[in-house]
């Protein structure tokens, strides 16, 4: 009967602040991190999952810690118990009586529990064989039901509407997995529009999205006004006008800023508003979206838990659920997200970028399009092409579509290599960053 | 010119689950702890500022952790410049750009925001020779303002409308001081009512609590809808009927849940509900405040930034503001909830227990009456007589009142002999109840 060997953990820091990529109006120079974790066992199969929850640089060390702290609920448990029974493990993750005081379900102690989760899934899917999108889709209804914690959101979702849900879906789950592999899944870009870039560099990445098949571009916006409506002109001019542009204001403004910021910007239609404020701010997202109507809202990536993404819903406050795969309670919490999308209409178009994101976000939307919404109209995955090179089975985008993984696992896993060059901070990366800073003092 | 030192922190647990003091429907087994720091100076003074995140036992060494990572933003700066400026090194501490990753403003890097600035008010404050309830009095509505960031809550609260409401009650600022050094400021009691109680127990300390000359006390309930009606009954025959009892879930229901289990304890007139439900769900507390009345809602104590308040305000989901010292970011974010509460009539009634959270609060609500809302009328401050012991300043209440502080600083400074004896897990206290538990095995 094997069991969970201890959880091992390492900070890896990618130094992207030296080139402003990533650049936005509330990150101006992130460190794309991941808090690491792999979960091996003694079966001597070979088989670890391997997981993280992303950070912007400093405070990886906190978020690592956080992981560590969750070693005795795994460490010398059933392997085989625990991960048929993933949905047991994470509501008992998320409610340790003690820890859970430093959330609840939010920030560093959340993250900590997403980064594990995903560590199981990635497991239990090399052990079965299969693409984690494959491992949910191939599940029946009421074993992904089982997934879930429908506590705090059975006003909004039963247990009961879930299944309705899942089994209008089941008889027609098999061609559109077919549809899938043959196909991809749509995505868009945001690499032309970080808020860093110069007008030369926006106008010719533009260009190059659309030569590559994309429909949708993203632009950072935020910084000043000014610059905004010139860089939307820049964009809108090398695009087009039937490409989609998206803005996102990641969280910048107040309400009335907002709402008179992104009409001030209406004469080149972007087609949503990312961010426009708080990620808690369920009400004040509820008057952007009622005021800069046709113009749609999307929020998410910092949109802490089901609770939030809950009233988002029912306020009638967003146009598109963007999920975000380490922030909430993992793949877990993830299925409770995309059912509560599925029930209330409203498309899931999920975060990515960073590190790893878009590596694992792929196998959510794809869940989505086989078992729950069963479209993949007004959905796009996010893809932004950094750091895929350091993942064993990245990331793939042709034509404007995701290529669908076929690697056993949830692709979470980094290259041996890239984890011991970016280690912080040790790695050789840094050292050598740490070099360089030293001799031009 | 004076500069700060390093941030020296300590990891401090008191073993509290040993006799079920504290144990709720969520919190079974709490070890009442804090992730303390002291922010010392060069300026040979001797003056210290101590601060403290409050949590329930594991994980204070990752949220000791998070208050370390702060210390860049604070070793080697001017003391005289931070201290007469807390407005700005409170909104640099909460939105380096980096750690609001882990939040934003949420969780453990808010929690570990809220320590270091509490203890930079608690140094303010010494060097100021008074209470912090007494500085915060003393600054002019301009300065006051100048603390809150009114960022993502100026649609509902705007720098002039604080200013406004700082005005209107400055001319009788005096009179309220006199009154409040007089007359202390009205208390409630949760002592007798933890889950983990006897009936006897509950009884036996209920009719205490009305001896000491409470009005109102507090049962924790959740736990078997059973336990809670007989509980009701004993607590409202030993207290009688002009006592008000307050009821707390501690966040255990599903909103429709709250709904028919609040209802099925009214024939008892519970005088407030608090944490109905998720701390996160404003919707929901709106709809139990509306299905329960007239039965008040309370919640706040898990509510992680002013921008939650915000919105329990405007939606009109709570009858009762219940602030934490030391879950928001500190000092600054409770006087911008403080003001947020005047501007929409609702009073504010702090969370307290834990280890520490009387001694603080005491001071904000004394602000709250002197320079805000300046009324007392139905509002209380939480006791539990807890752990006081450990403070240079405790908290005292006599005749279910708390007497007003007069000691320099935010009464945040524990005992150094209680620092040594329940440091984790190196302390005396810990040593031997690990030493007991090898016996025993």
Aim: aromatic share 8%; glycine share 8%.
């Amino acid at each position: 009967m094997p069991r969970f060997t201890d959880l091992r953990t390492r900070d890896v820091r990618f130094p992207t602040s030296r080139e402003l990529d990533g650049s936005d109006a509330m990150n101006p120079e992130p460190d794309y991190s991941a808090a690491y974790v792999v979960i091996g066992t003694d079966a001597g199969d070979g088989l670890e999952g391997h997981g993280f929850a992303f950070t912007t640089g400093r405070g990886n060390d906190i978020q690592t810690e956080a992981i560590r702290a969750l070693n005795p609920w795994i460490a010398g448990r059933d392997v085989d118990d625990v991960l048929t029974h993933l949905g047991d493990i994470g509501r008992e993750l998320q409610r340790d009586s003690q820890l859970r005081w430093l959330g609840p379900e939010k920030g560093v102690i959340h993250m900590a529990v997403s980064a594990v989760l995903n560590a199981l899934w990635d497991l239990r899917a090399k052990r079965e064989g299969k693409p984690l999108w494959k491992v949910l889709s191939d599940m029946t209804p009421d074993e992904i039901v089982d997934i879930v914690d429908f506590r705090h959101i059975s006003d909004a979702l039963s247990a009961d509407e879930a299944l309705s849900i899942l089994q209008a879906a089941r008889p027609t789950r098999g061609e559109r997995e077919a549809r899938l592999l043959e196909q991809g899944y749509p995505a868009y870009t945001t690499t032309p529009g970080w808020l860093g870039y110069s007008d030369e560099k926006l106008a010719r990445l533009s260009r190059e999205a659309v030569a590559d098949g994309f429909d949708l571009i993203k632009l950072k916006v935020g910084g000043s006004l000014e610059d905004d409506v010139r860089r939307m002109g820049v964009a809108r001019e090398a695009v087009g006008e039937d490409v989609k542009i998206a803005i996102d204001a990641n969280q910048r403004w107040d309400v009335p800023e907002a709402v008179w910021w992104v009409n001030k910007l209406g004469e080149y239609h972007p087609y949503w508003i990312e961010e426009p404020t708080s990620p808690d701010d369920v009400l004040g997202h509820a008057v952007v979206r009622r005021d800069v109507a046709p113009i749609k809202v999307a929020t998410g990536e910092h949109a802490q838990n089901r609770v939030i993404f809950k009233q988002l819903l029912q306020a009638q406050a967003i146009d598109v659920v963007q999920i975000d795969a380490c922030r909430v309670g993992g793949v877990n919490e993830n299925v409770a997200i995309v059912l509560l999308a599925a029930k209330f209409g409203v498309p899931v178009c999920p975060h990515a970028g960073g590190v790893g994101l878009c590596e694992l976000v792929r196998h959510l939307s794809m869940f989505d399009y086989v078992a729950v919404s069963g479209s993949w109209e007004d959905r796009r995955i996010e893809y932004v092409d950094h750091l895929h090179e350091h993942f064993l089975d990245p990331a793939l985008v042709e034509g404007g579509r995701y290529v669908t993984p076929t690697m056993p696992g949830y692709s979470s896993q980094m290259r041996e290599e890239s984890l011991a060059r970016y280690a912080y901070p040790e790695g050789a990366a840094w050292a050598d960053e740490n070099a360089a800073q030293e001799a031009s003092h």
